[in-house]
């Protein structure tokens, strides 16, 4: 499975853009981006997810590199909500199958300060 | 709709016993997925089942088992149990390329 890294920690101000980076330069053609993010004391919560073309939900925005090698999810206005271990993922959707494999990282631990 | 959940939400064992969790799917979701997670290793998948069958398996040890009904709930076991087994167990069950994690349990090894 290709290897996703992502910054351990980021700090970001309460109503301010958050850019949350994330590195796959090993990605390959049927991999989508998913990301993920744990609040605390919950289970994982889907976020957003992608193949090449930027991608706009209530939640986020994923841009993505034109060579696909890194991508970065966009919080618009971080509120205290938003505090949370954030899990930048790729995913085969590929030949092999929609399956429900996920293999997740360290993540990246995302503090909002009022 | 309602959410998926996990029974029970905490269990207190010890070293040897068995321990069966059980995952109820969003109505309409096929796919159910586990996972473990612990501080020091993260989340780690365990397996997939998709309509019965198990369709992906992690690298865990036979001890660790599941199944899925044909109502798709699904159950996990682990038997013979080890204090390194203790951590939050997530199951997640999936329409297409989301998956939606229930609250866990959280299972302690004495």
């Known amino acids: 499975d290709a290897k996703t890294t992502q910054p351990n920690s980021m700090e970001s101000n309460e109503e301010e853009p958050v850019h949350l980076p994330c590195n796959h330069s090993?990605?390959?053609?049927?991999?989508?981006i998913h990301w993920y993010r744990q609040l605390p004391s919950q289970g994982p919560e889907y976020v957003i997810h992608?193949?090449?073309s930027n991608v706009n939900n209530r939640m986020a925005s994923l841009a993505i590199a034109e060579d696909r090698k890194s991508s970065t999810l966009i919080l618009h206005r971080a509120t205290l909500r938003d505090a949370a271990v954030y899990y930048c993922?790729?995913?085969?959707?590929?030949?092999?199958?929609?399956?429900?494999?996920?293999?997740f990282g360290q993540g990246t631990t995302l503090q909002v300060k009022p | 709709k309602a959410g998926v959940t996990q029974t029970p939400r905490y269990l207190i064992k010890t070293r040897g016993q068995q321990v069966t969790l059980s995952c109820s799917p969003i109505?309409?979701?096929?796919?159910v997925s586990w996972y473990q997670q612990t501080p020091g290793q993260g989340l780690q998948f365990l397996f997939e089942?998709?309509?019965?069958?198990?369709?992906n398996k992690g690298n865990f040890p036979g001890r660790f088992s599941g199944r899925q009904f044909s109502n798709s709930r699904s159950e996990m076991n682990v038997s013979t149990l080890e204090l390194g087994d203790s951590a939050l167990y997530l199951c997640?069950?999936?329409?297409?390329?989301?998956?939606?994690f229930g609250p866990g349990t959280r299972l302690t090894v004495t």
């Open positions: 109505s309409g979701h096929r796919s």
């Open positions: 090993t990605i390959s053609g049927t991999d989508y």
């Open positions: 089942y998709f309509s019965e069958t198990q369709r």
């Open positions: 992608g193949l090449t």
């Open positions: 997640a069950s999936s329409p297409s390329y989301e998956q939606y």
């Open positions: 993922i790729l995913r085969d959707q590929g030949g092999s199958g929609n399956t429900g494999k996920l293999i």
